[in-house]
């Protein structure tokens, strides 16, 4: 069983992290991190994995980065490990929003909850979290 988190270097990406480590510590699963693009290469990635590691208290959780396919969007990747024998959830994060702009998510997210097999957590950052 795992839990597939998407993230992307942001405050979205970042809040995402942490709850996705206490789903998979409380669920006692893998988590699969699928990096938008390149971002698992950049040097704050590994720094972003520890701190939400550390704030989710999630020491036993095994962690896995997801080699994303070339030529295929963030959110394909992210739809395509939803219907993978074993995926119990997929946490996404989301931006705080106006409540106009709460008419229309992200073409990402939308796409992801829209799409998924399995079932989708939308997490939004801490207040105040920088960008």
Same mark, same amino acid.
């Given at each position: ?23 998979? #510590? $409380?669920?006692?699963?893998? #988590? ?5 693009? *390149?971002? @698992?290469?950049?040097? &704050?990635?590994?720094?972003?994995? $520890? +701190? ?5 208290? @999630?020491?036993?959780? =095994? =962690?896995?980065?997801? *080699? ?9 990747? #992210?739809? *395509? ?6 995926? *119990?959830?997929? =946490? ?7 409540? =106009?702009?709460? #008419?229309?998510?992200? &073409? ?7 799409? +998924? $097999? ?14």
């Amino acid at each position: 069983m795992t839990v597939v988190v998407g993230y992307s270097p942001t405050a979205e990406g970042k809040g995402a992290l942490p709850f996705a480590f206490g789903e998979a #510590l $409380q669920r006692g699963t893998d #988590l699969i991190i699928v990096a938008e693009e *390149d971002s @698992a290469s950049e040097e &704050s990635f590994g720094a972003a994995v $520890q +701190s939400a590691r550390d704030e989710a208290d @999630a020491a036993g959780v =095994v =962690v896995k980065v997801h *080699d994303n396919e070339s030529g295929r969007s963030h959110a394909d990747n #992210l739809i *395509d490990l939803s219907y993978a024998e074993g995926t *119990d959830l997929v =946490v996404i994060g989301i931006r705080r929003r106006s409540p =106009v702009g709460k #008419l229309l998510m992200g &073409s990402i997210s939308q796409r992801v909850i829209l799409e +998924s $097999q399995s079932p989708v957590t939308a997490v939004k950052p801490p207040v105040g979290l920088p960008r």
